[in-house]
């Protein structure tokens, strides 16, 4: 009976995980507490609608992430506010005082759990967690390819430019520290050394001026430089007020271009991005034909190496052996196959990143003054070169390397030599 009911048991499990994964996968809502900022849709349970009266808190911080504050300085900001936590708010609306034993604050792991949720573009992730096994309840984190991502399956309190402005700060790992005197620099976290590639840091110089006044240099010196000396990399330095007045002529430049000729600046792009991609999306289409074609026949290796096995015309150890082997190399394969399908659809994808890079630059035609939001939303990276003396003049390269398209100076280099062929 014992057994039985064991059996029993574990074909309930099955059949119960086998359902709300059937859901999950279909995109229908199947956790207990809809995200902060959504609410149940009161005609159908499992399909989330925007909550209007927390909505406006959630772009708020996604929009106070996106100029460059931390975790724990948006959490701050919402507790001096007294705006209430999810948790508090939860217990308040069910008319319940709140059992936790917590200081019934924003945190800045709350902060931080919400600025990564996909709920918030129009996504559906779960299956994120689950058990070892129907004898356990104890909930173990899984691997991010067992996710269950379904797009689409509600209406996004955010847009995606500013979903993704937010998530390249998150991957660029930008931590401003303040310096001595308050004055943060907004090119922190940005700023690359061009030989290298270390970051570079901001160096503040303080002098004193005749009448007494105090004065400030900032500049930003190679990180390499900075931490090792002359035997890691050169300084490769450039004050702060040079290169906020590179980058903004930049932007102007392109902007200006973007809404003097659009389609002509995106045919130049997207033939400059194919030609340094083709060979690279070439490679990646290959080794993934590649991989595939290889996994299918370790298959039928396997396959036929069991049928052998059974008909008695290899020893078991021989058996073992080969199996280990190939069942070894088809979960290689295997593993790289993902990755390998995420690139070729990145490189598969230019057309829609320029038609989204176009969208934003044009914005910022009459641009006076930049800020740390205007500098998130457009660049990925600035890359500095090494100073040099020309004609007796200091001169470094600056390269500004903008998201969705990178580096787009040779596709104006272009435009430039038409627009002076025609003019000619």
């Known amino acids: 009976m014992n057994?039985?009911?064991?059996?029993?048991?574990?074909?309930?499990?099955?059949k119960v995980k086998a359902v709300k994964r059937a859901c999950a996968e279909n995109g229908k809502f199947m956790g207990t507490y809809p995200a902060y900022g959504y609410r149940r849709d009161p005609l159908d349970k499992?399909?989330?609608?925007?909550?209007?009266?927390?909505?406006?808190?959630?772009?708020r911080i996604f929009e106070m992430r996106a100029s460059g504050?931390?975790?724990h300085a948006i959490a701050v900001a919402l507790n001096e506010e007294g705006i209430q936590p999810p948790g508090v708010l939860y217990y308040q609306r069910k008319g319940q005082s709140d059992p936790r034993r917590v200081n019934h604050k924003w945190a800045?792991?709350?902060?931080?759990?919400?600025?990564r949720n996909e709920v918030y573009i129009g996504n559906m992730v779960q299956g994120k967690s689950g058990t070892l096994s129907y004898k356990s309840r104890k909930l173990v984190n899984k691997s991010e390819d067992e996710w269950i991502r379904v797009e689409g399956t509600h209406k996004a309190i955010i847009s995606r430019e500013l979903w993704d402005t937010v998530a390249s700060i998150g991957k660029k790992?930008?931590?401003?520290?303040?310096?001595?005197?308050?004055?943060?620099?907004?090119?922190?976290?940005?700023?690359?050394?061009?030989?290298?590639?270390?970051?570079?840091?901001?160096?503040?110089?303080?002098?004193?001026?005749?009448?007494g006044r105090p004065g400030r240099y900032s500049s930003f010196i190679c990180g390499n430089y900075s931490r090792s000396g002359r035997g890691a990399?050169?300084?490769h330095t450039i004050y702060?007020?040079?290169?906020?007045?590179?980058?903004?002529?930049?932007?102007?430049?392109?902007?200006?271009?973007?809404?003097?000729?659009?389609?002509?600046?995106?045919?130049?792009?997207?033939?400059?991005?194919?030609?340094?991609?083709?060979?690279?999306?070439?490679?990646?289409?290959?080794e993934l034909k590649s991989s595939l074609a290889r996994i299918s026949d370790l298959e039928r290796l396997m396959q036929n190496l069991y049928?052998?096995?059974?008909?008695?015309?290899?020893?078991?150890?021989?058996?073992?052996?080969?199996?280990?082997?190939?069942?070894?190399?088809?979960?290689?394969?295997?593993?790289?196959?993902?990755?390998?399908e995420r690139k070729v659809r990145a490189h598969l994808e230019n057309q829609v990143d320029t038609d989204r890079w176009l969208e934003i630059i044009r914005r910022y035609t009459e641009i006076s003054e930049l800020d740390e939001t205007i500098l998130f939303e457009l660049v990925d990276r600035i890359e500095v070169g090494d100073t040099q003396k020309v004609n007796g003049q200091r001169i470094c390269e600056v390269k500004v390397y903008y998201r969705y398209v990178g580096n787009v100076d040779g596709a104006l280099a272009q435009k430039r030599g038409q627009d002076y062929g025609e003019a000619i």
Not at 108 to 115: E, H
């Open 307 to 340: 049928e052998d096995k059974c008909t008695g015309s290899i020893p078991q150890t021989v058996f073992q052996t080969l199996m280990q082997k190939y069942e070894a190399e088809r979960a290689e394969k295997a593993e790289a196959v993902p990755e390998l």
């Open 233 to 235: 990399c050169t300084i």
């Open 240 to 286: 702060e007020t040079v290169l906020n007045q590179l980058v903004l002529e930049d932007i102007r430049e392109k902007a200006r271009f973007a809404e003097y000729d659009p389609d002509r600046l995106m045919g130049e792009i997207l033939r400059l991005k194919e030609k340094e991609s083709h060979t690279r999306l070439f490679s990646y289409e290959q």
């Open 46 to 59: 499992h399909h989330l609608v925007i909550d209007e009266e927390t909505a406006p808190v959630v772009r």
């Open 69 to 71: 504050m931390g975790f």
């Open 108 to 115: 800045d792991q709350t902060v931080k759990n919400m600025v």
């Open 173 to 211: 790992k930008v931590r401003k520290s303040t310096p001595s005197d308050g004055c943060k620099s907004i090119f922190t976290g940005l700023v690359y050394c061009a030989d290298c590639g270390f970051k570079m840091r901001n160096h503040i110089e303080k002098f004193t001026y005749k009448d």
């Open 3 to 14: 057994l039985f009911n064991e059996f029993y048991s574990r074909d309930t499990s099955k």
